[in-house]
């Protein structure tokens, strides 16, 4: 089976429109390794799992077109890695799928950098993977010691292959999220780089977004810490709006996942967009109160929908859904913790559980 049939429904919204990809015969819908360890405080893959098994229909298809990132839903484990290469493998219900455009196709691969190092060496070989994501955490956990994920020695490790780019998963101010209160971080990031000698242009900041406490396209830690935006990469807003153009000053000077090492110098000498476009406070989205807002729509409906009747009734009770990339996502969500399920893409509202539901996972822009 080749092509994109079922592609886009598979995707994460955030590549909507841009020249990302991910890839469900890789991913499938099945869990990450990393679930329920610990290491991914507000994933939202975790968070999004319920809901695409719940719609995995096993057809899903990767796009003909595009830029394939793998480890949009989980982390790519070295044989899910040797089945794409090779171009065929199994989905978990059995059935086979072939992609003979896979080889050949270009891809990064984003990881917790916690594999085995010779797997990062085997993928960075290739000359069709562009760059491998590592994310890294520092986790301050309810004023605990801090805890770095990958630990530094494993980071050296990956800092010596040129094809690897950190993203440091920044923290400006102490967030509660999940009854945890997670510590800043900004600062451990900012000597960490200077331990790992690391060139500031191999880290690409994925700002966390917890507990409402960050926009995209705002400002980002590190350059309230003092980064000038020149100097490094970001992952700050949606995939499509990333790099710079003539019309639009963008996140980056160029799409950030698509950088390589031939690349880097080209944007350390010419600086990556000294002034990327930044919200200001008169046009940033409020917070959206999911819960309350699908419920309304919900009920204003007679409480029985089709999820494309929920979306459209969502939106036009609040425009300002579409500036989250996850908008459809937390819908969704939303309606398989609220509702039953009593025909095909069908949600009947269940009341009781509507009035003890608290606040979900995704209560955020």
């Not at 960075?124 to 630990?151: H, K, M, T, Y």
């Not at 510590?183 to 000698?197: K, P, T």
């Not at 499509?240 to 944007?267: D, F, M, W």
Request: aromatic content about 8%; some cysteine.
């Amino acid at each position: 089976m080749t092509g994109n049939e079922g592609g886009a429904s598979h995707q994460n919204h955030k590549l909507v429109r841009s020249a990302i990809v991910s890839c469900p015969e890789i991913e499938a819908a099945l869990p990450c390794v990393h679930f329920n360890q610990g290491l991914c405080p507000g994933c939202f893959a975790e968070a999004l799992w319920p809901v695409r098994r719940a719609n995995w229909s096993g057809r899903q298809r990767t796009p003909a077109r595009g830029l394939i990132r793998l480890g949009t839903w989980k982390e790519v484990l070295p044989h899910e890695w040797t089945a794409f290469k090779r171009g065929e493998g199994t989905t978990p219900e059995g059935r086979p799928w072939r992609r003979p455009d896979f080889p050949t196709r270009r891809y990064f691969l984003v990881t917790r950098g916690l594999l085995p190092l010779e797997f990062y060496r085997r993928v960075a070989a290739d000359p069709f993977a562009l760059n491998i994501q590592c994310s890294v955490d520092v986790l301050r956990r309810d004023g605990g010691e801090p805890r770095l994920v990958p630990d530094e020695a494993r980071l050296l490790e990956l800092a010596g292959i040129p094809k690897v780019l950190f993203r440091f998963k920044t923290l400006v101010a102490d967030t509660f999220h999940g009854g945890v209160r997670w510590g800043a971080n900004v600062q451990d990031f900012a000597a960490l780089a200077e331990r790992l000698g690391l060139d500031r242009m191999r880290v690409l900041e994925t700002p966390l977004r917890l507990g409402r406490n960050r926009g995209y396209q705002t400002a980002t830690p590190l350059e309230e810490a003092g980064w000038s935006s020149a100097s490094f990469l970001r992952c700050n807003t949606a995939c499509q709006a990333c790099p710079s153009t003539k019309r639009r000053a963008g996140e980056n000077r160029v799409l950030g996942c698509a950088v390589t090492p031939s690349i880097l110098p080209l944007l350390q000498k010419v600086g990556n967009e000294a002034r990327p476009y930044r919200a200001t406070d008169a046009n940033v989205a409020a917070r959206i109160a999911w819960k309350d807002l699908v419920l309304a729509s919900w009920r204003s409906l007679g409480g029985t929908v089709t999820v494309e009747a929920m979306y459209e009734a969502v939106r036009a009770r609040e425009p300002r859904v579409v500036e989250s990339p996850l908008w459809k996502e937390r819908v969704r969500e939303r309606l398989q913790r609220y509702g039953l399920r009593v025909g095909p893409a069908t949600w009947r509202l269940r009341e009781a559980a509507a009035a003890t539901g608290g606040v979900g996972v995704l209560d955020e822009v």
